[in-house]
């Protein structure tokens, strides 16, 4: 095996080791468990940590190795969990006061794909309240730093999801992506997010942002690891009527370093204005080196970028208006201790305390785009221009394999430093919203850093194709080091002994 200390050891690494018996799942746990409690007080990254459930776990999995069964393909693999996602006698917030206490008395269809890989829940992690936000500063309990610079933000809205992954306090993460929430803390944080074609990730069990947009999605520190997770979460469930009953791929077998005939298409709109000129420039040099291993790379264009902001923010702050309009007081969330004087003053007292100010922006918003008079106006103008940023995505992607973008306009900003302008906030989220309002499968992995902090290069692909872009990323990653970086966080006091 190494000497290299547990808490650096990927995915692949760990479970093949674990099923072999070569490690045990317990030491590896208790070696993230350490590792959580050594940096997690200047990182944030958790809001619960499972402790001894997890190392319990792992001794049935050492069990399972030492009768001779396999415990699957993550055996041992601690998880970290994005807490808007259900789970089974652990708090599940979203970061909200609203749901603050809640306990689910069930497991999302991807926890129990997790746990049946062998996979160990080793604890929440935060995000923007209810995933509204693009830093995690908006977190009714904390805010999460950066840990390649702890004055800057790591993203959002899965910011705890992708701190935990780069501080080395898990191998592995689950994030959700609206608009680019797993994709842009990925970037800003240096490590490798999925979010998967809509539909191909089972949202059941998933707290519901903008319905029509949400999915589910890993975080890992390479494109392989991102495969093996991928390989295990992706496929139909009945129990999701968004699930599609589209065949899943061999993930880890499309991986074969050789991108030659590869068809690559740089979008200029991506490039342009709002984009840091060095952000571009590491982008597109990280293309370069896909072009020097036989890709093909040509210029396109998606003519409606410009529009994709503005359409998200109509579609999703109207889907989240509706979906959290269940939270009344009554049959849903915080109940407000105050005495009221009728049914309205409940409400309104309990949404008023349970929600925090960015929720409670968005909610307005949404609800003024669905109000009687405006709804054509707003909501049902930005339905059409959503199919016309779709057409977009499909004239193009007939005509090259995937699309090489930036993840982000710019490398982490400094906390506070949006905190009161929503707008530059908001912008952080122009390179991926395009994704999610077509649909499509996007990825982030690190191509470089500027002023020590990393920059993320975005692939984006055809539906369900997923393969290709972890194809064209583990062929990057084999090419380059920019992934196998660590903050100076991840590198002092790395707990647990050699393997």
């Known amino acids: 095996m190494t000497d290299r200390p547990l808490t650096e050891l990927g995915v692949v690494e760990t479970a093949e080791a674990v099923r072999r018996g070569r490690l045990r799942a317990e030491e590896v746990t208790r070696a993230h468990l350490d590792r959580i409690a050594a940096v997690d007080g200047r990182i944030r990254a958790f809001l619960h940590v499972t402790g001894e459930a997890a190392l319990a776990r792992a001794r049935e999995i050492d069990e399972a190795v030492r009768r001779g069964a396999d415990p699957g393909p993550l055996a041992g693999v601690p998880v970290a969990v994005k807490d808007n996602i259900c789970t089974r006698g652990v708090p599940t917030t979203a970061a909200s006061r609203m749901l603050q206490g809640f306990v689910p008395p069930y497991d999302a269809t991807v926890i129990e794909r997790l746990n049946a890989a062998g996979a160990i829940i080793i604890g929440k992690t935060n995000l923007d309240e209810f995933a509204m936000g693009s830093s995690t500063e908006h977190s009714a309990f904390q805010v999460t730093a950066n840990p390649w610079d702890e004055s800057r933000v790591p993203g959002g809205s899965s910011g705890g999801s992708a701190a935990a992954v780069a501080a080395g306090e898990a191998p592995a993460a689950l994030g959700t992506d609206t608009g680019g929430s797993i994709r842009l803390p990925a970037a800003f944080c240096g490590v490798t997010g999925l979010k998967p074609t809509y539909g191909r990730v089972s949202r059941y069990g998933a707290i519901a942002f903008a319905s029509s947009l949400d ?13 093996r997770l ?12 968004t699930s599609a009953q589209e065949p899943t791929a061999d993930y880890e077998g499309a991986l074969t370093g050789d991108v030659r005939g590869l068809k690559i298409g740089l979008p200029a709109e991506y490039f342009g204005e709002g984009v840091d000129s060095r952000v571009a420039q590491a982008v597109r040099e990280a293309v370069a080196v896909l072009k020097d291993a036989g890709a093909q790379v040509v210029e396109v264009s998606l003519p409606y970028t410009s529009y994709t902001l503005p359409v998200y923010h109509l579609v999703a702050t109207a889907e989240a208006s509706s979906n959290l309009a269940r939270y009344d007081g009554v049959r849903y969330g915080h109940r407000t201790s105050r005495r009221v004087t009728s049914h309205g003053d409940l409400i309104a007292r309990s949404r008023g305390e349970g929600f925090g100010p960015e929720v409670k922006l968005r909610i307005i918003l949404g609800t003024f785009a669905l109000s009687a008079g405006y709804y054509d106006q707003y909501y049902g103008k930005a339905q059409q221009v959503r199919r016309l940023i779709k057409d977009d995505f499909e004239r193009v992607l007939a005509q090259v394999d995937l699309l090489a973008t930036p993840t982000a306009p710019t490398v982490a900003f400094p906390i506070g430093e949006r905190a009161d302008d929503p707008m530059a906030m908001y912008m952080a989220d122009i390179c991926t919203t395009g994704a999610n309002l077509a649909g499509l499968p996007a990825l982030s992995i690190p191509c470089g850093f500027l002023d020590g902090l990393p920059v993320g290069l975005q692939l984006i692909g055809r539906p369900f194709d997923e393969a290709t872009l972890l194809r064209a990323a583990d062929a990057y990653q084999r090419l380059t080091d920019h992934h196998l970086r660590r903050p100076a966080l991840a590198a002092a006091g790395a707990a647990g002994g050699g393997a």
């Open 215 to 227: 999915q589910i999605g890993p975080f890992a520190r390479d494109a392989r690891d991102t495969a």
């Open 230 to 241: 991928l390989a295990v979460l992706a496929g139909y469930d009945q129990r999701d009527s």
